[in-house]
Structure formats: C-alpha cells, structure tokens
C-alpha cells in the first residue's frame, strides 16, 4: 500500500469515526461538529465528526440572519493557503472513493484535452451559482433559503449521509420521494463515470475543489520546477491521470498533488517546494 492510499485510509476513519452513529442512525451533534474538515464529507453522514466546509457555508447564507461566514471563509482560506487541492488528493473521503472505484477493473477513458479544458470550469459555476447566488439570492418570506447544492447535487451526500441514514430508519425510508430518487441518479452517474474516467466528480462538477484550486498557484504546499534538469521528455505528462502537464504548470489549479509526476520522473526536475 502506498503513502497516499494510507493516508486517505487514515483521514477518512478520523473524519468519520463516530461508529455508534452507524448503529443509532442518530448524527453526532457534539461540540466537535462546529468545525469543518477539510474535504468534503457530508454533515448527514452518521459517522461525521465535523461540517462539510460546502454544507457549512450554504447553512449560513440561507440564514436570514447572516449571508456569508467569515469563520467558515476563514478556515476554508487557511486550509487552501496551507495545501491547495493536496487535500483533495490526500484528505478528501469522497476523493478517496472514486480512486478506490477507478481501481476496479474495466475499460478506461482520456478526456481529449479540449474538453476537459472546457469541463473543467463547471465546478466554477457549481461553486458561484449553486453555493452562493442561489442560496442567497432564492430567499422565502422569513428571509431563508435552501442548500442547494447539498440537496440538489451532492453525490457525497447521498452516499454517506442518505443512503446509510434510510438504511437505518425505518421512518426516513417512508418518507423517501422523487428527490431522493434524483440524487440517487447523480451518484449512479458518478460512479459508473468514476469506472472509466480518474476522479470526474473532482474535475468537473466539486465546488470545494474549485474553491481549493483558486490557491494551487501559490498554497504553502506545492510543487516546483527545476528548468536546469527538466529535459521535455513527457514523461510526467503521461503520468499524469489529470491530463495536466507538471513540465509546464507544476501547480496548475487542476492538480490534486497525487504526486505521480513526482516520482515518474526520470531527472528529479519536480520536486515539493
């Protein structure tokens, strides 16, 4: 088992370890779960110990009382400044999911370039518009607004909080309707997507992804170029599941930091900074 498996192995039992939740059907609603974890993990989830930083923001800007949480920007802002999307490479559960589907044996697939030049900026739109305008802009009369993106889209909700919570509950199971169904039919979507393509979710579709990538450029963690011993030889490139291109851009905003660049290639060139 390699470094990064190991560690995402880690992060996602610590930030889930709450096994009596499993059992109870009941989420944990202690002290702890003030805080946000770095990746996104569903508050639902009955084993989260911490608040999704997506779930957290959208909770706020729905209120009538606040529209934006500078604790939760703050600590969003850290976490990027500090890793950039290394933790979507390293830290995130739902991250970790689809490696571990992407390993399943079946056909693979390459995004060509161009569109996965073009795809890559609906994340943008996923964050802008179903995190922040939505939510604040969509009130009822007392002023609130839903989550949308949590209710509407997120596939990482479905799997960790509602599927294991209707298992549990046989009250919830009563209860389920179309947009259960609905969300059930984005994560079908994204796990047969994640069979054949490394990591769609995170390229395309994570607003928490593309909020972490806005700091690849310059985030404490990051990756760096020697010109003098890069030779151009594409072999990081081919190495490189994302389709990027370290030779060129070694902290591309695309990059998850999996580290495979790293140790593909042959003259040392890209090294941590």
């Known amino acids: 088992m390699d470094k990064r498996t190991l560690t995402q192995i880690i992060a996602s039992i610590i930030t889930n370890a709450n096994l009596q939740g499993f059992i109870s059907g009941r989420i944990y609603r ?4 003030s805080l946000c974890v770095p990746g996104l993990n569903c508050y639902s989830c009955p084993g989260a110990l911490g608040s999704c930083p997506i779930g957290s923001l959208q909770a706020v800007i729905g209120t009538a009382k606040y529209n934006i949480s500078l604790y939760v920007l703050g600590l969003m802002g850290i976490f990027g400044i500090l890793f950039g ?9 739902f991250g970790f999911i689809q490696d571990l589907l992407h390993k399943i044996p079946s056909p693979k697939f390459k995004v060509p370039v161009k569109l996965n030049g073009t795809l890559k900026y609906f994340k943008y739109v996923v964050l802008s518009v179903f995190v922040v305008l939505l939510p604040l802009l969509l009130v009822d009369q007392l002023g ?14 479905t ?7 209707t298992l549990i509950n046989r009250g919830l199971r009563a209860a389920l309707g179309f947009l259960f169904i609905w969300k059930l039919v984005i994560l079908l979507i994204v ?3 994640s069979l054949l393509i490394y990591r769609p979710f995170c390229r395309y579709i994570c607003p928490l992804g593309a909020f972490y990538a806005l700091f690849n450029p310059f985030s404490y963690y990051g990756y760096k170029l020697d010109k003098e011993k890069c030779t151009g030889c594409g072999v990081c490139q081919n190495s490189c599941r994302l389709g990027l291109n370290p030779g060129e851009t070694p902290n591309n905003p695309e990059c998850i930091r999996c580290g495979e660049c790293l ?3 042959p003259q040392g060139a890209i090294t941590r900074r």
């Open 30 to 33: 202690g002290k702890i779960k």
């Open 85 to 93: 999307r290394f933790i979507c490479g390293w830290l995130c559960p």
């Open 144 to 157: 609130l607004s839903s989550p949308y993106f949590c209710k509407y889209i997120c596939p990482a909700g």
């Open 159 to 165: 799997l960790e909080g509602g599927i294991p919570l």
């Open 191 to 193: 796990i047969v997507l």
């Open 263 to 265: 140790k593909s290639c």
